[in-house]
Each structure stands twice: as structure tokens, then as C-alpha cells.
């Protein structure tokens, strides 16, 4: 969730999406059928156009163009269907919050597993369990990616595009050399030495856009997993009433680096465009998002950029637990309103988009990290960075870190996280803000 969403873990990657307030309109949840036909569809208005409208990200090479390609697919199998982009904004789903609470509603939009949870609660999220579109696309699901289809509570409210992404830090090679510091970095006092050597030379050891607060818990889970490989997932575990060692350790972590000087100290206030933009432009050492920055940074960077494995308390632990993963496969990808007028032809739509979105992710930007089955070879130039996660990571991975379901802890580790990059805000108030929160929850 750029940035997307998971893009986290999302990541994570880190996704943008929008929400109807009430299923007026929409078909009965998850019959798989409609109330009479699609209202553009009735008998004299065979060749009438379709319109349908989709929030979604738009901004980059790795939003843009897999999105147009799944448009022009979509032209050649549904010609009757007429597409209306509405480009979804870097905000933190606050442009989506105020869709829903207008009613102001696409017919598709993304999302991502924390948000379809709450809309699912208020049936504001068409349950596609038993569509036709759904079934089909279960069966063209890559192995390993069932966690990105089928919810927790096994229904399906969205269908994904990639496969499991997951958050990483990178850095420009040639700063790094200029600065005199020495890859790989391991270790949290490596990387606060790495910050201070930055910061001594004039620039901005990381770039975080923490406007948005999923990258900040992103950031934090990444030291997470190396503490506790499974990531999140145990902070949901019934009786969990105070934060475990190994969230608190990794806390304490995060406040030693931003008191290294790791954070800008406009961090809080910097957005997606303004953090990037520093990156590209040199003036900050590290980045920190989703694997899908891999495109942009090395279109702006070239062979300037790479990216590193997330530090640890020690250099055993770094090379006992690289290889877990800082990402979850939690649901998301593109959902359908209930109160859309042609709520059968949007499920077609967002399943076809989806598979057609990995496909050009496969093909054309040479991603393996893709939802859906791809029949077709790749075409496209593969970036360095892409091609160290295809050998270097995926046949190594041991683990992906788990996602975290409850909004309340989620809420929570949003907002304590994004605090741990203030002056003055403690590892001890985070613990003990950590604390009521899993009181409440984990009784």
C-alpha cells in the first residue's frame, strides 16, 4: 500500500479506494445475480454504453500503465463498456472516507483489508463469493496467494492484482560511497551511524512520506520481523493484554534511530510527492516504501539506487531473519460498490481488470510478484532491483510477516507509529498506548 498501500504490507505496497455508504441499489450480498438486468441492458438498449466507474491509482509507471493496458483489454472482450477513471489520491484513504460519507460512490475501487473490513461491517462492499467472475478467478489464482483472494472470515470482497508485496529500504549508492558508508548495513547502530554520516553531510538520511501513517507502521514492522518473524499476527492472539518483548525492543529501535537524526523533522507533514521528490533529486539518502517503487526509483536513480534487507539488533539475528519478509498477503485489489446501477457488469469489470493489471505487471514490467496466472512470456525490460527480489528473494523466502486484522490494533499502531518520529514522544508511551488498546481487544 503508495503511495499504494503495501502499498504494505503492504504492505505496502503497499492502495486507494472508495466505499458506498448504503447497499441501496445493489444487489442482494453475494447472490451472484441481479435484480432484473443491469439498467443499461434492458431489452431496445443492447448497444447502449456502459458506464462504469473506477477509483484507482494513477500516478506512475507502475500504476498508470498496467491500469491503461487493462482498458484497451477490456475495449476488445466488453465493447459496450465505457470506462470513467477517477484517479485515486496519495492521502491515506482520506478522499475515499469522504466518498463513503457523502455517498458519492464509483461503481470499482481499490482497497485494502483494514478498509474492507470496516465497509464490509456497514454492507458498504458487494460479497462476491458466489459470482461466476469470482469462481473463474479463484481457479487462475498463483499458488500462495489464496490470503489475497479469500478473507479471513472466508469470503471474498476484492480481487488482487499482485501476489504478496512487501516494504523495503532503499538507498542511493552513490551518496552512500561519498558519505563513506559501508553495505551491507546489518544492524540498527549501523544504520543510526549510516544517519548521522548523512545528516553531517548535508543531507536527509531518509525520505518518509509519514503524512501517511501506514509507512511509518511499515517501517516499524520491518524491525518488527526481525524480532518477531511472524510479524504482526500475534498481537491478535486471545490473552495478548501488554505489547511482547519483541514489539517493545523493536520500538525501542525506532526511537533510537529518529533520535539519530534517521527522520526529517518535517517527516509527519511530508506526502508521498514531496518525500519522493527528494529521493529522486539526491538530497536524501534512503527511501522507504513498497516493492513497486522499484520502477519509479530506477527510472529517476538508474544504476544509482538499490535496496537493502531490513537491519537488526545484531548481525546473527540480520542473517538468521532476512529473509522473513516485512509484508502480509492481506486481502485487497479492486471491489465493487452494492449500489452501483450495473452491479454484475462492475464484477466482471474489476475481475477482468485485475487479471489483466498482473498480466501487464508480468509481461511488460517483469514482476513476478502478480496474483493471477500469466499464459504469456515477458517482453519488457527487467530493472536490476526487480531481478534481485525474481533470484535472490522469492526461492528464499522463509516467511511473510503476518497482517494485522483488527481496526482497533491497526488504528492504534497508525498512530503511535507515526508519533515515534516526534522529538520528545517516547518508546515508553508507545508501549503503554500499545498496551490499552490490547487490554481492550485481547481480553
Known sequence: MSNKLFRTLGVATVLSLAFSLTACGGNNAGNGGSTSEDSNTTAGNTDKKIQIKIYAQHFDEDTSKPFDYAVEELKKEMPRVEIVLDEAVQDGYQKLKTYAATGNMPDIYETDWP???????????????????????????????????????????????????FQMLFYNKDIFKEVGIEMPIKTIDQLAEAAKKLSTAG?????????????????????????????????????????????????????????????????????????????????????????????????????????????????????????????????????????????????????????????????????????????????????????????????????????????QIKNALDDNTQNMLIEGFSAKQFTDNMNRVLNKENK
Not at 478498509?115 to 473463474?136: C, G, I
Open 115 to 165: 478498509t474492507l473490513q470496516t465497509f464490509a461491517k456497514s454492507k458498504n462492499v458487494e460479497l462476491l463469493d458466489e459470482y461466476q467472475a469470482t469462481k473463474d478467478f479463484k481457479a487462475n489464482l498463483n499458488t500462495g496467494n489464496e490470503s489475497r483472494l479469500i478473507a479471513p472470515d472466508g469470503h471474498v470482497y476484492a480481487f488482487p492484482y499482485t501476489g504478496i508485496e
Open 203 to 407: 543531507y536527509t538520511p531518509l525520505s518518509i512520506f509519514a503524512k501517511e501513517k501506514w509507512i511509518t507502521t511499515s517501517f516499524y514492522s520491518g524491525l518488527v520481523t526481525r524480532e518477531e518473524t511472524k510479524g504482526f499476527g500475534p498481537l491478535e492472539t486471545k490473552g495478548t493484554t501488554t505489547l511482547p518483548s519483541p514489539y517493545v525492543t523493536a520500538a525501542e529501535q525506532m526511537k533510537k534511530l529518529e533520535e539519530a537524526g534517521l527522520f526529517d523533522v518535517n517527516a509527519t507533514n511530508t506526502n508521498y510527492d514531496q518525500a519522493s521528490s527528494l529521493f529522486y533529486q539526491g538530497k536524501a539518502g534512503m527511501f522507504v516504501n513498497g516493492q513497486w517503487e522499484i520502477y519509479s526509483s530506477a527510472e529517476k536513480l538508474g544504476d544509482k539506487v538499490d535496496w537493502m534487507y531490513w537491519p537488526a539488533k545484531d548481525e546473527a539475528t540480520y542473517e538468521n531473519n532476512k529473509m522473513y519478509i516485512n509484508g502480509a498477503g492481506g486481502p485487497g485489489g479492486f471491489a465493487v460498490s452494492p449500489s452501483s446501477k450495473n452491479v454484475e457488469t462492475a464484477v466482471k469489470v474489476a475481475s477482468f481488470i485485475a487479471q489483466k493489471y498482473s498480466e501487464y505487471k508480468y509481461t511488460q514490467l517483469g514482476s513476478p510478484i502478480v496474483a493471477t496466472k500469466v499464459d504469456k512470456e515477458m517482453t519488457g525490460e527487467v530493472p536490476a532491483m526487480m531481478k534481485r527480489i525474481a533470484e535472490e528473494v522469492l526461492p528464499n523466502v522463509k516467511g511473510y510477516a503476518n497482517a494485522v486484522s483488527s481496526v
